[in-house]
């Protein structure tokens, strides 16, 4: 499975479930459906489970991380985070749709 395939998955998965969820991937990284795409950010560092900055797994981890990202499907955690809501608000550029 490549990353585009792993995308198509979540993003089906993520559209199911309530608005604000987050898909569980990792420790350190989570992701979650704005209305319009997957959206991939770690977490903070500190320990308190916020989200701190959004990143592009297929540029960044997939090679090193697919294996583990893969298993996920087969057993999905999700969660809910608060500022899940002010991340979707942000207006994105029109390029970032899709």
Known sequence: ?????????L???LREQPRATSA???DDM???WNGHRVIYAFLCENGTGRLDEE???KEYIW???SPDLIRWLDKP??????EILEWIKEPESPEDIS
């Open 1 to 9: 499975m490549n990353f585009d395939e792993f995308t198509v998955q």
């Open 11 to 13: 993003g089906a998965l």
């Open 24 to 26: 569980e991937l990792t």
């Open 30 to 32: 989570t992701a979650f």
């Open 55 to 57: 990143f592009d797994p």
């Open 63 to 65: 090679a090193e991380w």
């Open 77 to 82: 955690r999700y969660g809910t985070r608060a």
